[in-house]
C-alpha cells in the first residue's frame, strides 16, 4: 500500500510538475505492474498512454489504449480518454480516417470537456486535410459556438478556418480571420505566433499575386498610333 502510494506522489512529481516525461513513463511501468488497487492501475494505464504519447512512441499509446478499452472492468471515464489518445496515435501515424471515426466517437460519447473540444478540432482538421474545405469551415463555425469556453481551441480552430478559406482562394476573409486573432488574443504565444506567421504569409502570397497581375498587363505588344 506505501509503496503504492509513494509511487502515486512520485508520478504526479514527475508528469504533472517536473514535466519529466521519461522519467514518469518509468514510474507508471512499476505502478502498472505493482498496483493492488484497481484505481491505481487505471492511474497508471492513462500515465501510460499520456507519456507514451509525449514520447511520440505511438505503438506503445494504442497498446495501452486497447488494453484499457478492451477490458470490462474499467470505468467509462477512464475508457473515454483511452479512445481520445487512440484517436490522437492514429492521427500521428497519419491514419486520418481512422482517426475521424475514433474522434467523433469520444464527440458523441464525452460530456463537454477539453477533450471533447480538442476532438471537435481534430475532426475540422482531417476534413480539411482531405480537401473539404466547406465541410471543415461548418465544423469550424460549430466549434466556435459549442466549446466557446475553450478559448484555446477556439483559436486554434480560427486559424483552421483562415486556412480554409486561403483553401478556397478567398485571401481577403483569411486575413481578417487571423487578424481577429492577433487584434483580440493575448493567450498562448505560440497560437499568436502561428497567426502572425500565417498572416505574414497570406500578404506575401498577395504581393507575389499583384506583381504577376501587373506583368500579365504589360506583357502585351505596344501599339502607336500611326
Known sequence: KYLEESLLKATYIAYEINANYSEANEL????????NLKSNREIAQIGLMRTYFKLG???????YANEVLNDDNISAEVK?????????????????????VVFQEVIAQQPMSKIKAES??????IKYKNGKYEESKTDCFSIK?????????????FILLSDNYAALNNIFQAKATLQSIINNYNGDQELLDE???????????ELENSKIDMNDKNSGEIEFAK
Open 28 to 35: 507508471y511501468k512499476d505502478l502498472y505492474k505493482l498496483a
Open 57 to 63: 512512441n505511438q505503438n506503445e499509446v494504442l497498446r
Open 80 to 100: 473515454g480518454e483511452a479512445n481520445f489518445y487512440n484517436a490522437k496515435a492514429l492521427f500521428e501515424t497519419k491514419k486520418y480516417n481512422q482517426a475521424q
Open 120 to 125: 471537435a478540432y481534430y475532426v475540422a482538421f
Open 145 to 157: 459556438t459549442e466549446y466557446a469556453s475553450y478559448t484555446y481551441w477556439v483559436v486554434k480552430t
Open 195 to 205: 497567426a502572425n506567421t500565417k498572416y505574414n504569409a497570406l500578404l506575401l502570397k
